[in-house]
């Protein structure tokens, strides 16, 4: 167990619709990292956040938003769904920004959108 | 900008040989690498990193990379495969300049019996 936990695990949606993805990361970690993972593209790096402010944007369309809360928990939301948005999201958490450290990943959630 | 290329997509081995799973970085500064296992319906999980302390770094299962900067290489091998090592392996790379961490595409380990 990473102490990274993600909700839901699975979500099955359809094309056009608008779904949120939750992250709460390790115990005294201040920042969040979302990646997304499929087949063709591998993992991709979407956002990171550093207690609650943006700190570094990776591929993430403009279909998708992030945040992080004051609790530090960070929600990624995706809107306008398309087939090609199915992938497994991970989240990831590390002590400070800019660690050179351990990444902890949580378990994902997988996105499968009809 | 700072990132790393697996080699092979796709690697199979028998039970008891050599692992080896390539991984070439580019990067203008010295980089902060890594390797990370993802088992089936799992997150990643960190097997080992370099940080310039030690080109050879030991990690947990057994499993251990060396930091060749002549060959901007960071290759991980494990002496003797288990069928426990089947998985997805990923080297990875931490941009002091972005805080960004670049995962490569991913190397599928596949041991035979």
């Known amino acids: 167990d990473s102490g990274v936990t993600q909700t839901p695990k699975h979500l099955i949606t359809a094309t056009g619709q608008r779904v949120t993805l939750r992250c709460s990361p390790r115990s005294g970690d201040l920042s969040v990292y979302w990646y997304q993972q499929s087949l063709d593209q591998g993992l991709q790096f979407l956002i990171q956040?550093?207690?609650?402010?943006?700190?570094a944007k990776g591929n993430i369309l403009e279909r998708f938003s992030a945040q992080q809360f004051p609790d530090l928990h960070s929600e990624l939301n995706l809107s306008s769904l398309e087939l090609g948005d199915s992938a497994l999201y991970f989240c990831?958490?590390?002590?400070?920004?800019?660690?050179?450290?351990?990444?902890?990943f949580g378990e994902g959630s997988r996105l499968t959108v009809l | 900008a700072q990132s790393v290329t697996q080699l092979g997509s796709h690697v199979s081995v028998s039970e008891g040989a050599l692992v080896l799973l390539r991984c070439n970085y580019s990067s203008s500064v010295p980089p902060y690498l890594f390797w990370y296992v993802q088992y089936p319906n799992q997150g990643l999980q960190l097997l080992l990193k370099y940080t310039s302390a030690a080109t050879l770094v030991k990690g947990i299962n057994g499993f251990e990379a060396e930091f060749k900067k002549s060959e901007t290489s960071f290759h991980l091998t494990k002496p003797s495969a288990h069928m426990s090592d089947a998985a997805e392996y990923f080297c990875a790379v931490f941009s002091s300049g972005t805080y960004k961490y670049i995962f490569g595409t991913g190397t599928r380990l596949k041991v035979l019996a």
């Open positions: 990831a958490s590390s002590v400070v920004e800019g660690n050179t450290g351990e990444l902890f």
């Open positions: 956040y550093y207690n609650g402010e943006e700190r």
